[in-house]
């Protein structure tokens, strides 16, 4: 199985901060990623497919890149709204798995 | 509008089953491929299991054998049969929608959630 290791495991930052966060794959997958954000006691909503591709909606400040076993998820200028957690996950093939997520919290 | 919305959650004892339902609506159900993704109390996303259009099933190593996803296509409608139920079965079930009629393994809708506790 494909495992994918997300870092770190919470951020502190202020509005209007660059916020990276990265997810290493076990092993090639191409750009099969998504990522996810989710906010407490809410189904998760994507935004990132296949490793940079923006889901309609989604604010263009998050961005995605990467291919291969490594990506990331930047937030270009943190808005309030965006303190949440942020989930990345591969779907190169069953099983499909996810990242153990980012907490963005507020500094 | 895309609508998932899920039932059938609850308290059950360890060794139990329970059937989860998700009811779909506002797009054509039958063409996507649709999953289960569970969430344990403080934990990450784990993926549970997936029903594509064709009815081909895939499960999580931790739910194979135990858990059985299924459709019905004429109502709109995806399964999940659980039963020998264990205490690390507890989550917040999730249904989820494939981004496209083209199975991706991303989800772009998913239902509301609901709880399933396994304990005695």
């Known amino acids: 199985d494909i495992q994918m290791t997300q870092s770190p495991s919470s951020v502190s930052a202020s509005v209007g901060d660059r916020v990276i966060i990265t997810c290493r794959a076990s092993?090639?997958?191409?750009?099969?990623v998504a990522w996810y954000q989710q906010k407490p006691g809410k189904a998760p909503n994507l935004l990132i497919y296949s490793a940079s591709s923006l889901q309609g909606g989604v604010p263009s400040r998050f961005s995605g890149s990467g291919s291969g076993t490594d990506f990331t998820l930047t937030i270009s200028s943190l808005q309030s709204e965006d303190f949440a957690t942020y989930h990345c996950?591969?779907?190169?093939?069953?099983?499909?798995?996810f990242g153990g997520g980012t907490k963005v919290e507020i500094k | 509008e895309v609508q998932l919305v899920e039932s059938g959650g609850g308290l059950v004892q360890p060794g139990g089953s329970l059937r989860l339902s998700c009811a779909a609506s506002g797009f054509t159900f039958s063409s996507y491929a649709m999953s289960w993704v569970r969430q344990a109390p403080g934990k990450g996303l784990e993926w549970v299991s997936c029903?594509?259009?064709?009815?081909?099933?895939y499960y999580a190593d931790s739910v194979k054998g135990r858990f059985t996803i299924s459709r019905d296509n004429s109502k709109n409608t995806v399964f999940l049969q659980m039963s020998s139920l264990r205490a690390e079965d507890t989550a917040v079930y999730y249904c989820a929608k494939d981004l496209t009629t083209v199975s991706t393994g991303w989800f772009d809708s998913w239902g509301q959630g609901t709880l399933v506790t396994v304990s005695s």
């Open positions: 996950q591969h779907a190169n093939s069953f099983p499909l798995t």
């Open positions: 092993q090639d997958i191409g750009k099969w």
């Open positions: 029903i594509d259009k064709g009815a081909g099933t």
